[in-house]
């Protein structure tokens, strides 16, 4: 199974993925998470996509798509992979068909997991995270029982730098300008379906899973 989870931020694209990851046994390849993992780690690669991710900007292309090759490779995508937040460019998409046909292999679908922007707002500016098991919370919707640390683990909560509501409307700009021809490149190519993700995240799982064991 070899598909994309395309959308915009806080559409549910991380949430889904963890859970369809350990079903299914692929690997889950979120560009997002690989760039916060060199930011914490302080590599070159993370020094450099420090600036563009806290505004809500794209990180340049070809850091993205260097980083995406190192990951294909990797033994754990032989099974099968779901990319969450990649491609978002159709730069990016050009360079993941090449990458794709250098494997030997083919995408089965593209899910576009559609919501409106309201949404996305409200989803976003009350979504905190565990620092330390990356547990997610929402002050509204899933609070933790303390408010600042983690029910799970005791770990300190935090609210991403991009999480703020300026940024968020900026990283919807984004989406709307750069990623969202996205969703005619795939149609092109008979890849792309759609799910409504303003529905509960169990329902949207259902849907995902009837569109990719077709
Ligand atoms: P995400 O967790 O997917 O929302 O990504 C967080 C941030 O990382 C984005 O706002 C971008 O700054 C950067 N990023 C993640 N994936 C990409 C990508 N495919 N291309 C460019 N920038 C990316």
Known sequence: MRFILLGPPGAGKGTQAAVIKDKYSIAHVSTGDILRENVKKGTSLGQEAKSFMDSGKLVPDQLIIAMVRDRLKDMDCAKGFLLDGFPRTVSQAEALDHLISNLGVNLDAVILLDVP??????????????????????????????????????????????????????????????????????????????????????????????????
């Open 117 to 214: 922007d309201d949404v996305v707002i409200e989803r976003l500016s009350g979504r905190r995270i565990c620092r330390r098991c990356g547990t997610i919370f929402h002050v509204n919707f899933n609070p933790s029982a303390d408010g600042s640390l983690c029910d799970r683990c005791g770990g300190e909560i935090y609210q991403r730098d991009d999480d703020r509501e300026e940024v968020i409307r900026n990283r919807l700009k984004v989406y709307y300008e750069q990623t969202s021809p996205l969703i005619e490149y795939y149609e092109k190519k008979s890849l792309l379906k759609k799910v409504d993700a303003s529905e509960s995240s169990d329902t949207v799982l259902t849907m995902i899973e009837s569109l990719v064991s077709r």
